[in-house]
Nanobody, 122 residues
Framework: VQLQACGGGLVQAGGSLRLSCAASGRIFSNSAVGWFRQAPGKDRDFVAGIRWSGASPRYADSVKGRFTISRDNAENTVYLQMNSLKPEDTAVYYC????????????????WGQGTQVTVSS
């Protein structure tokens, strides 16, 4: 499985960005894709996740109502639409995939894309 994340950038507070995670390889409908983020000096935290089938989107409390995770069947891509961005959303964002497991523990995900930097200025 290979994952390629992109879409980060610099945006002002209140702005929006859309991250993309393109996946290839052997992926099953029950596989799960998660977005995680890591700010300098902090642990890597779960942000949002979704089954490869598109079912069961879930979010960290800190992003509920602002971020939306979705999947494009045709393009084998998972998106993270981020609205109403705050300076505290600044981090390197990673997408990850695991078969069956669908949780918030980053140690349980085997496949990772490269990070994409999101910087939100105040």
């Amino acid at each position: 499985v290979q994952l390629q994340a992109c879409g980060g950038g610099l945006v002002q507070a209140g702005g929006s960005l859309r991250l993309s995670c393109a996946a290839s390889g052997r992926i099953f409908s029950n596989s799960a894709v998660g977005w995680f983020r890591q700010a300098p000096g902090k642990d890597r935290d779960f942000v949002a996740g979704i089954r490869w089938s598109g079912a069961s989107p879930r979010y960290a409390d800190s992003v509920k109502g602002r971020f939306t995770i979705s999947r494009d069947n045709a393009e084998n891509t998972v998106y993270l639409q981020m609205n109403s961005l705050k300076p505290e959303d600044t981090a390197v964002y990673y997408c990850a995939l695991e078969h069956v497991y669908f949780g918030t523990n980053d140690d349980r995900y085997r496949y990772w894309g490269q990070g994409t930097q999101v910087t939100v200025s105040s």
